[in-house]
């Protein structure tokens, strides 16, 4: 009798240490390891970020806080004069003054002095959603009630009567031959928007798209353009070729071609041409156009849901989720794919 009780001890004490393992991520099932990565919080809920020499800007539902590119530590968190909260984008200019979309307008910081744009000094609505440096060296704002383009002396309203498909501007791209992309998230009317220089097209589920709301825009390292697309469980994403200010060749990829989840939330290419596109709520894939590999905070991720993304100039990737940032640095990857490629 002893013995076996003795035997029963010892299995739940077995049971007990992996249960505790997996909690504390020590533990890996056969089949993965898990990724050496860095997790920066706070902050917490991130939706952009930005990179001025050393310094990664992050910014959230909180505001906008300086991380130290090298050391992966928050240096401060900004203090504009107006609250910055629901920060959806950032932006550093070629003069490297600091763009902040926000709810309470857009914020230009030189780091030293704030200034704010909202309806009173030239903005359609308050609420800015995404932010672009043109070619011309023009910041574009993206807002509730369509996009403005700032000159360096005034701003440029295009609405819905000027071609949009609608005046919720989520998501703003330039192409490299200089057309211009809005998408917009909206139930259920968004889509996309495209002008060549001289003629707008609009695109929407009954032609081209997986689904209307427009979560990300890209254009990739062979000029196709990548729309990422989708609500809760569903979505998915679309590419394009642009011949002669026309685009054409439309493919979509949903889950079962490979993509964690159906809603894209964000998409992007790295230096060496492989491809992360990051879902709602499973994570991202990354695809280098071979092989495809899964990563979700079981792998190492700060939280599954991946919302902007950058490469800083030592190769290493910093990923905006709801849950913190997640580092991942270059030779962390190449290890972890020796061992999961």
């Known amino acids: 009798m ?50 001025d020499g050393d310094d990664i800007w992050a910014g959230g539902q909180d505001g906008v806080c300086r991380i130290d590119r090298l ?15 629901y920060v959806k984008a950032l932006l550093v200019d070629s003069q490297g003054v600091l763009w902040i979309a926000h709810f309470q307008g857009l914020t230009r910081y030189d780091g030293t002095n704030y200034f704010t744009y909202n309806e009173s000094n030239g903005l359609p609505d308050r609420r800015v959603n995404s932010l672009m440096a043109d070619r011309a060296g023009r910041i574009w704002a993206g807002t509730w009630g369509g996009a403005a383009c700032y000159d360096g002396t005034a ?52 032609d081209v798209l997986p689904h209307n709301g427009v979560c990300d825009l890209m254009e990739d390292q062979q000029g196709r353009i990548w729309i990422g697309t989708g609500f809760y469980d569903l979505g998915g994403a679309a590419y394009c070729s642009v011949i002669d200010g026309e685009p054409i060749d439309w493919r979509m990829l949903g889950k079962s071609d490979g993509l ?19 879902s709602e709520y499973d994570g ?45 640095r270059q030779k962390a990857l190449v290890d972890w794919l020796k061992m999961n490629g």
Do not use: C
């Open 2 to 51: 002893w013995r076996r009780n003795l035997l029963l001890l010892f299995i739940l004490g077995v049971l007990l240490f992996l249960m505790a393992a997996v909690y504390m991520g020590s533990y890996r099932p056969a089949g993965g390891v898990k990724l050496d990565t860095v997790i920066i919080r706070p902050p917490i809920e991130v939706s952009a970020l930005a990179v």
């Open 155 to 206: 701003w440029t309203v295009i609405t819905k009567q000027d071609g949009l498909l609608d005046d919720m501007v989520n998501v703003t791209l330039e192409d490299r031959n200089g057309g211009l992309w809005f998408g917009s998230y909206i139930a259920p009317r968004g889509g996309l928007s495209y002008f060549n220089g001289s003629q707008w097209s609009v695109y929407t589920t009954k």
């Open 260 to 278: 964690a989840g159906e809603k894209v939330r964000s998409l992007f290419q790295d230096r060496d041409g492989v491809y992360w596109i990051g």
């Open 284 to 328: 991202v894939v990354r695809w280098d156009g071979d092989s495809r590999q899964t990563l979700t905070v079981r792998e190492g991720l700060s939280g599954n849901e991946i919302k902007d993304w950058l490469q800083d100039q030592d190769g290493s990737l910093w990923l905006a989720t709801e849950d913190g940032v997640t580092l991942i």
């Open 71 to 85: 050391t992966g530590t928050v240096k401060e968190r900004l203090a504009g004069g107006i609250p910055m909260e």
